[in-house]
Nanobody, 125 residues
């Protein structure tokens, strides 16, 4: 049974950092493309970054490039998202997802089969 459990969200001031974690069970990190998404209030779920199952390399959407870093620890079977230079626009619920597409960029949310419950991030002074 596949399970994804996110943690690490919270309240942070603008310019601050957070590291989100996604504990994976039911498959090995690397077997599937795995990604981070964000859903801001009143907006659709958007992809931020993913790790390809083909080459193990990350891909980033423009909103995440330069500030966010996706990584995976195969020994811990955990996905991470390091977020630096946070802005109020980064506020939202962050989800990890698996078994989608990660080729040139992050595939739409509809292409991913497995989802965690999300962790909330609030960036505010």
């Amino acid at each position: 049974q596949v399970q994804l459990v996110e943690s690490g969200g919270g309240v942070v001031q603008p310019g601050g950092s957070l590291r989100l974690s996604c504990a994976v069970s039911g498959f090995k990190v690397g077997d599937y493309a795995i990604a981070w998404f964000r859903q801001a209030p009143g907006r659709e779920r958007e992809g931020l970054a993913c790790i390809s199952s083909y080459d193990g390399k990350p891909r980033y959407e423009d909103s995440a490039k330069g500030r966010f870093t996706i990584s995976a620890d195969k020994a811990e079977n955990t996905l991470y998202l390091q977020m630096d230079g946070l802005k109020p626009d980064d506020t939202g619920v962050y989800f990890c997802a698996a078994n989608g597409y990660c080729v040139v960029d992050v595939a739409p949310a509809s292409e991913f089969d497995y989802w965690g419950q999300g962790t909330r991030v609030t960036v505010s002074s």
